[in-house]
């Protein structure tokens, strides 16, 4: 059974980095087409697509946001991490890690239960 | 980067009824066309991707349709449980993009 988890904190202040942490089970990311995201929504809106990592290190970003983001894996803990740099407060929103459905595009088909972050000095 | 147009924003729906979503690509995505359910408080939950293949233990009343640009979700009969918001989100090109969203509620 596939379950993710994101973890991170709650509360950041404009122009801090933030960093968070998907930890994951029933899969591998040492595995073939296998790839995991970073998608968020801000309150009340709609989502937004940010990260993407595959197996291989093959890195996708936003390209409003890939000057701020980094993803990375480390695959023998089972953990993606995403850093976003000088965090603003229209950065406040949940942050979802997501696994890539394999045979079917860039599509998730396991979500984490996402991490509110609010960002606010 | 494909912009992803839903309509209508909103759709208010009588249980037992149909309900019809649609989705519109800024350029074609071939059939590159997921789309997802979200409850408040709730992630995501994948429905449809190919724009016609229904994700595993998804309904049949569920169903996804077109290609290029003009997508289209039914609900055949509408549960209680299907009250909720619903994004089309395309995979044929980076960046991924969704739509800004469909709220069905009741009627």
């Known amino acids: 059974q596939i379950t993710l988890k994101e973890s991170g904190p709650t509360l950041v202040k404009p122009t801090q980095t933030l960093t968070l942490t998907c930890t994951f089970s029933?899969?591998?990311?040492?595995?073939?087409?296998?790839?995991v995201g970073w998608i968020r929504q801000p309150p009340g809106k709609a989502l937004e697509w940010l990260a993407f990592?595959?197996?291989?290190?093959?890195?996708r970003y936003s390209p409003s946001l890939k000057s701020r983001l980094t993803i990375t894996k480390d695959t023998s803990k089972n953990q993606v991490v995403l850093t976003m740099a000088n965090m603003d407060p229209v950065d406040t929103a949940t942050y979802y890690c997501?696994?890539?459905?394999?045979?079917?595009?860039?599509?998730?088909?396991?979500w984490g239960q996402g991490t509110l972050v609010t960002v606010s000095s | 980067e494909i912009v992803m147009t839903q309509s209508p924003a909103t759709l208010s729906v009588s249980p037992g009824e149909r309900a019809t979503l649609s989705c519109r690509a800024s350029?074609?995505?071939?059939?590159?066309l997921a789309w997802y359910q979200q409850k408040p408080g709730q992630a995501p939950r994948l429905l449809i991707y190919?724009?016609?293949t229904r994700a595993t233990g998804i309904p049949a009343r569920f169903s996804g349709s077109g290609s290029g640009t003009e997508f289209t979700l039914t609900i055949s009969s509408l549960q209680s449980e299907d009250f909720a918001v619903y994004y089309c989100?395309?995979?044929?090109?980076?960046?991924?993009?969704f739509g800004q969203g469909t709220k069905v509620e009741i009627k």
């Open positions: 997501a696994h890539r459905l394999l045979g079917g595009g860039q599509n998730f088909d396991y």
């Open positions: 029933g899969f591998s990311l040492s595995t073939s087409r296998v790839g």
């Open positions: 990592i595959y197996w291989n290190e093959d890195r």
């Open positions: 350029q074609s995505v071939s059939s590159n």
């Open positions: 190919g724009a016609s």
């Open positions: 989100q395309q995979s044929n090109n980076w960046p991924l993009t």
